[in-house]
């Protein structure tokens, strides 16, 4: 009989559970089929994450921490730190997609971990305002309204591609298109 190794098993209910959620929100994944998929009891999902807003949560919190340490805020390089989330985003879409679904479900009520939420917000928050100061960016807009304008000309492609798709067009050619004007966008929101 093999060995148990629960950090292999909790790898795999993890990567079932971003792959589960992405597809279908908190409300329409399925414990059972995370399970299946990998390849564990639905008695261990539970004893390791506890229901499944609680998996949810955990799986969206881990997936944010990656962006953070993967795509730290650039003030000095706001250019490149958008081709930086640019690239990430498109390299793992399930993340958007999951963000999405927790603002569907969710909507303006308090969130799990909502604590943790904000103090990672604030981080990124904190870098921009720290541009500010030195005078690398605007201080015209506060920086938390910065941050925000800023994400979401990066994500809202991913998040709606066939609107991308419609508007923009969907070949190569279209996408670099589209990459350089969110840059120039984003150059010309923080120029001093």
Not at 32 to 61: C, H, M, P, T, W
């Amino acid at each position: 009989m093999a060995a148990r190794d629960p950090e292999a098993t909790k790898a795999r209910i993890f990567e079932a559970a971003v792959a589960e959620f992405a597809r279908h929100g908190i409300a329409g994944a399925r414990i059972d089929r995370i399970a299946a998929e990998a390849k564990a009891n639905k008695q261990l999902i539970y004893a390791y994450y506890g229901n499944k807003g609680e998996l949810f949560a955990s799986v969206l919190e881990k997936k944010m921490l990656d962006l953070a340490i993967s795509v730290p805020v650039d003030p000095d390089d706001v250019e490149g730190w958008m081709d930086r989330l640019l690239d990430y985003h498109a390299a793992h879409p399930e993340l958007l997609r999951l963000l999405f679904w927790e603002g569907m479900e969710y909507g303006t009520a308090e969130l799990p971990h909502e604590a943790e939420r904000q103090a990672h917000y604030a981080r990124k928050v904190a870098a921009l305002r720290d541009g500010q100061e030195r005078g690398v960016i605007t201080d015209a807009i506060p920086a938390p309204d910065l941050l925000f304008l800023l994400v979401a000309m990066a994500n809202w492609a991913v998040v709606v591609p066939q609107m991308k798709r419609i508007l923009v067009g969907g070949g190569d050619g279209d996408a670099d298109r589209l990459r350089d004007s969110i840059k120039q966008a984003a150059r010309r929101i923080v120029d001093r």
